[in-house]
């Protein structure tokens, strides 16, 4: 069965299924999938499983006996704000790293809630069950490859046209020019390696564009907001890692560029310092809100069910820049 993105779910009967279950990745985006495992005496969760585009990975094996399977995907924190709508009616437990939770409807701490949803999956050729991760774009495993290079490109500061699935030659232009900044073949493009090659290009400081860098200890989430000259548009949340880094897509040529960050621990609460949030920002007030967002209003943000927040003027004269985020 395909999942839309705005849709993603799975469905088993109580009877024992004697196939290993496989998620499929159709998807223009590398995702992290945690499963849910419901009987009548209790639910519970375990992941992540990391699923490139147009790969499957098993995430049950042999027999599996219970009421419900349950699934919950969200994409990596390089894409900043996860494109992944939860319409689940689900809340089970899960925590930031790897996890395996028995009782995943009472969250202890370091663990939160994450919508889940129900899938019927299919039987494939081989015997196993399989359930696919799709956007709107119903891509096919090719196209869906093909778009998931190209969005990381974009990322990563090259130029590729439309985020489409369709080959040309601005997408092959842009994938020569990574190939060669990075001395590698052609052939590392079939590699099974090659997404994780890109993200980490994505995280990678640039020359050109905007990256953020987290060199502190916790996991910190930031917005961007640009100025075409016309309106300003905020938008967020980008997570980044501790000790790493993250490019975030500056599409156009805005005239400026702001930014703002804090950081938070895994309950997502904002970490503070002598009594002070610990976040990174200016004097510019626009507005953000908790949830994922992108508005091009910045006025009477508290009416609109925002809030304000003041972010700080990027320097972008030299070309490029790198902001690092560190304890004071």
């Known amino acids: 069965m395909t999942l839309p993105a705005a849709a993603i779910s799975l469905f088993f009967s109580s009877a024992p299924a004697f196939a290993d279950l496989k998620i499929c990745n159709r998807m223009s985006y590398v995702v992290e999938a945690a499963i849910g495992i419901d009987d009548k005496a209790a639910t519970a969760t375990r992941g992540w499983f990391r699923i490139d585009p147009a790969t499957c990975r098993v995430v049950v094996q042999g027999t599996l006996t219970a009421d419900r399977i349950l699934l919950h995907a969200r994409a990596l924190g390089v894409y900043g704000a996860s494109p992944i709508p939860q319409n689940g009616h689900d809340l089970l437990c899960v925590a930031q790293e790897n996890f395996v939770i028995a009782a995943a409807r009472q969250c202890r701490s370091g663990q939160t809630q994450a919508a889940f949803t129900q899938v019927t999956p299919t039987q494939a050729d081989d015997g196993n ?148 949030p610990l976040n990174w920002g200016g004097g510019k007030q626009l507005c953000t809100r908790e949830t994922k967002f992108e508005t091009n209003e910045q006025t009477d943000c508290g009416a609109r069910g925002f809030m304000a927040t003041g972010f700080g003027v990027v320097d972008m004269s030299s070309g490029g820049k790198t902001l690092r985020f560190a304890l004071p």
């Open 129 to 276: 069950l399989v359930a696919y991760l799709a956007e709107d774009s119903e891509y096919d495993d090719e196209q869906a490859r093909l778009a998931g290079i190209q969005r990381l490109l974009v990322i990563a500061g090259y130029d590729i046209g439309a985020i489409d699935g369709v080959d040309g030659p601005k997408t092959q232009g842009a994938l020569a020019a990574f190939l060669k900044s990075r001395g590698l073949s052609s052939d590392a493009v079939s590699s099974p390696g090659f997404f994780k090659t890109l993200v980490d290009a994505a995280q990678t400081p640039s020359t050109s564009g905007l990256t953020w860098c987290n060199d502190t200890p916790h996991k910190v989430m930031a917005a961007i907001a640009t100025d075409d000259g016309k309106s300003v548009t905020s938008r967020g949340w980008y997570r980044i890692d501790p000790k790493t880094c993250l490019h975030p897509d500056l599409s156009g040529q805005p005239k400026q560029i702001f930014s703002f960050a804090e950081a938070v621990d895994s309950d997502n609460r904002a970490i503070r310092l002598k009594d002070k």
